[in-house]
Nanobody, 126 residues
């Protein structure tokens, strides 16, 4: 079971990026997947997640309305579309899978996730 996040980079304030989280060794739809971000010296911050088969999606208040989670089952890949990016969105972004499946539920705490992908850096700067 592996996850790999990609798509990060340098973007100007107000710009957009789309991150990908590719799964291998399991079917993405079978497990809840969370997106997190982390700035050096700070705790990992939950920003959103998608439940398993139902695909219910939840966002933190800090990104709601600007970030969108979507899933491509054929590619076994999860996406995080980010628009209107701000300097405070600068962080390493991670996706993670939770082995605990509850209908229409996905966890918001990092310790609840079991498998983590390598992060991808997003830098928002002019």
């Amino acid at each position: 079971v592996q996850l790999q996040a990609s798509g990060g980079g340098l973007v100007q304030p107000g710009g957009s990026l789309r991150l990908s989280c590719e799964a291998s060794g399991f079917t993405l739809n079978d497990l809840p997947i969370g997106w997190f971000r982390q700035v050096p010296g700070k705790e990992r911050e939950w920003i959103g997640c998608i439940s398993s088969s139902e695909g219910s999606i939840y966002y933190s208040d800090s990104v709601k309305g600007r970030f969108t989670i979507s899933r491509d089952s054929a590619k076994n890949t999860l996406y995080l579309q980010m628009v209107n990016l701000k300097a405070e969105d600068t962080a390493a972004y991670y996706c993670a899978a939770d082995f605990l499946v509850i209908p229409n539920h996905c966890a918001t705490q990092s310790y609840e996730y079991d498998v983590w992908g390598r992060g991808t850096q997003v830098t928002v700067s002019s």
